[in-house]
């Protein structure tokens, strides 16, 4: 798994709780010092997620640092079964 995918799943693992849990992008981009903007590009895997990044938005949405990283596996898990 490259790069730019390990992105694009974060990406889309961090909007899927986002979505799941009721939220927004202007709580969690004011939690991180970013813009919204800045925040739909992470959550498109076009930006990087920092290291600092990503323990605000863990800590700002109260989810242990592994939540996404153990979804993230998981998924590529079940990409590896089907192959």
């Known amino acids: 798994m490259n790069n730019q995918t390990t992105n694009a799943r974060l990406g889309r693992s961090i ?4 979505r799941e849990n009721g939220i927004n992008q202007t709580f ?3 939690r991180l010092g ?4 800045t925040l739909n590009r992470i959550l498109s895997g076009n930006r990087k997620l920092t290291a600092v ?3 605000n938005l863990c800590d700002a949405v109260r989810v242990d640092l ?3 990283w153990e979804e993230i596996k998981e998924g590529t898990s079940n990409e590896q079964a089907t192959i």
């Open 15 to 18: 909007r899927a709780f986002m």
């Open 28 to 30: 969690v981009a004011d």
């Open 34 to 37: 970013i813009t919204a903007s």
């Open 53 to 55: 990044e990503y323990f």
């Open 66 to 68: 592994s939540y996404f």
